[in-house]
């Protein structure tokens, strides 16, 4: 989105991983993030998330790009940037705009604030892509 863009409506956050989809939602006025449950990656994974964009009424989705630590891309970067794609044609139909946006520490992030939060690691497996989802749209938000 750019700067021109209004500040208002809800947006998805999507985290893609090889396993797992974190998602999160903002509320419309974009001042809490909350996780959604994960979804399982696979073929329709791209299908699922736009779905769950048009059931929040989304305005806009972001992506997860994950950038190597010097910046540049990689592998999972391009997986990224193709699931963007994937997400872009049922979406521009809907009138939400995919965005992609730097990711980079976001697991750790959520990793550390679940376990501050007395989470335990085994539990924290099934949480940590929703919750780093959060940490990549509060990223975004404040951006």
């Given at each position: 989105?750019?700067?021109d863009?209004?500040?208002?409506?809800?947006?998805l956050a999507?985290?893609p991983?090889a396993v797992?989809?974190g998602?999160?939602?903002c509320?419309?006025?974009?001042?809490?993030?909350?996780?959604l449950?994960?979804?399982?990656a696979?073929?329709?994974?791209?299908a699922r998330?736009a779905?769950?964009?048009?059931?929040?009424s989304?305005v806009?989705?972001?992506?997860g790009l994950p950038?190597r630590?010097d910046?540049?891309?990689?592998?999972?970067?391009a997986r990224?940037?193709?699931?963007a794609d994937?997400?872009?044609?049922?979406?521009?139909?809907?009138?939400?705009e995919?965005?992609?946006?730097d990711?980079?520490?976001?697991?750790?992030?959520?990793?550390?604030?679940?376990?501050?939060?007395?989470?335990?690691a085994?539990?924290?497996r099934?949480?940590?892509?929703?919750?780093?989802?959060?940490?990549?749209?509060?990223?975004?938000?404040?951006r």
């Amino acid at each position: 989105m750019t700067d021109d863009d209004t500040a208002r409506g809800r947006v998805l956050a999507l985290d893609p991983g090889a396993v797992r989809i974190g998602v999160a939602v903002c509320d419309s006025d974009r001042a809490i993030a909350m996780p959604l449950p994960a979804v399982p990656a696979g073929a329709d994974a791209a299908a699922r998330c736009a779905a769950i964009a048009i059931e929040e009424s989304a305005v806009a989705v972001v992506v997860g790009l994950p950038l190597r630590l010097d910046g540049s891309p990689g592998d999972a970067a391009a997986r990224a940037s193709g699931f963007a794609d994937d997400l872009r044609h049922p979406l521009s139909t809907a009138g939400i705009e995919v965005v992609l946006f730097d990711e980079r520490l976001t697991t750790v992030t959520a990793s550390a604030r679940l376990r501050d939060a007395g989470v335990s690691a085994r539990r924290a497996r099934g949480r940590v892509d929703s919750a780093a989802a959060v940490v990549l749209l509060e990223a975004w938000i404040a951006r």
